[in-house]
């Protein structure tokens, strides 16, 4: 089935520092979707991508939808504690029912 | 406020005790789905419901079950729980497929 890669898995920054994460796949994407997971609850949307070379910002976060519609990144400027968290990217296709197909995650800490 | 439920929010049970994780929105939303989180995995799809009575399966099923008798609830049964499926359960909810899913805050199931 598709698969997507997020690296890196894990980040320590230091607060004000800003951040990039990114998910590739062999498969090509109709959506791309980025989440933040806070501890002890449910991923929430943050920013949603429906055309290639899509580059959307929402405050501090930055998000591209690949040219080949097989990548995606977000960046984070000027980290602050609470971007503490894992973060997921997500792929949709348009022809599966909205399933989501998730990467593994990036941990995020910031540290004061 | 608009949400999606989850009850219950931590179990500890045996193997093979049947077990039921209920999941209720109050959005009047058609699309609903369950989800698995496993470290190193990211979120996995088990099976998703379009609307009333019409369910399918994810990517991950063997072993679940699930129903869809009214458009608010979209309950996951384990039958015969086994030790791998020890893990961390989200439900989500969306207007339709293809629309922002929101998701529940978890319930965190061990199987001894």
């Known amino acids: 089935g598709q698969q997507l890669n997020q690296s890196p898995q894990s980040m320590f920054i230091q607060e004000g520092e800003d951040v990039s994460m990114n998910c590739t796949s062999s498969?090509?994407?109709?959506?791309w979707l980025w989440y933040k997971q806070d501890p002890g609850e449910g991923p929430v949307l943050l920013i949603a991508l429906y055309k290639a070379g899509e580059l959307t910002s929402n405050g501090r976060l930055t998000a591209q939808f690949g040219i080949t519609r097989k990548d995606s990144f977000l960046n984070i400027s000027a980290s602050i504690p609470s971007d503490v968290g894992i973060y997921f990217c997500?792929?949709?296709?348009?022809?599966?029912?909205?399933?989501?197909?998730f990467g593994q995650g990036t941990e995020l800490s910031v540290k004061p | 406020e608009a949400q999606v439920t989850q009850n219950p929010r931590y179990l500890i049970t045996v193997t093979g005790k049947k077990l039921t994780v209920t999941c209720s929105q109050n959005m009047n939303h058609e699309y609903m789905s369950w989800y698995r989180q496993d470290p190193g995995l990211g979120l996995r799809q088990i099976y998703y419901?379009?609307?009333?009575?019409?369910?399918d399966k994810g990517d991950v099923p063997e072993g679940y079950k699930v129903s869809r008798k009214e458009k608010r609830n979209f309950p996951l049964i384990l039958e015969s729980p086994s030790p791998n499926q020890t893990s961390l359960y989200f439900c989500?909810?969306?207007?339709?497929?293809?629309?922002?899913?929101?998701f529940g805050p978890g319930t965190r199931l061990t199987v001894l």
């Open positions: 997500a792929g949709q296709l348009r022809n599966q029912g909205g399933k989501l197909i």
């Open positions: 498969s090509i994407f109709n959506t």
């Open positions: 419901s379009m609307n009333v009575e019409v369910t």
């Open positions: 989500a909810s969306s207007l339709g497929s293809y629309n922002e899913q929101f």
